[in-house]
């Protein structure tokens, strides 16, 4: 696919002009700046009850994660493209946990996908293990630059949510409307297609 922008060196070392093209940000901040105006009492605001199940985080490429996909035949599989880098992404994802753990038992199974550097991959667990979030995690192995989205098949922009439907097509996209993907539209598509079928068995 193609881009307007050129790929920058990997890790978090992008452009003012790719933070603008990849994550929404305004132009006097860059994802070095993003991640210094993140501290760690912000991140600790959402933390809830710990987790009864154990949180891990793995690097994946496309064909791993079309076949995480594959594997929840039957359900509703929502993925969760995001960075610590980028503040709209760190503001939307408490939604995913939520509506995790709101919706998994009517079938709904959520992954997040990490566009961060591989050399970041401690910083990211220590969010997912902050946040709650014991759904699958992975962490993209071509790192934060334009090689993620293009792999990954994403239009540019961070956050981003794609969601499939109980027999594994891709319904719906949730690009950013301004500086975050509509929440409302994205709860009214996951129960819609939560009742389009009647919910199967639980995963083997």
Known sequence: MGFP?????????????????????????????????????????????????EITLRVIDEKGLAEAIGRHGGKVVLVDYWATWCMSCVE??????????????????????????????????AFLKKRGATFENFLSRYGAGMESFEKFNLPGTLPQLQLFDREGNLRHTFPPAQSAPDTEALDAAVRELLLSTAAPGADG
Not at 17 to 35: F, Q
Not at 94 to 114: A, C, F, K, M, N
Request: hydrophobic content about 40%; some cysteine.
């Open 92 to 125: 939307l994802f408490p939604h995913t946990v939520e509506l995790h753990r709101e919706l998994s038992e009517q079938g709904l199974v959520v992954i997040s996908v990490s566009l961060d550097a591989p050399e970041a991959e401690s910083a990211v667990l």
């Open 5 to 53: 922008m050129t790929r920058s060196a990997p890790g978090f070392g992008l452009t003012l002009s790719v933070c603008i093209l990849l994550t929404g940000c305004s132009k006097t901040e860059t994802p070095e700046d993003a991640r210094r105006t993140l501290p760690v009492a912000r991140l600790d605001e959402s933390i809830e009850a710990k987790p009864d199940r």
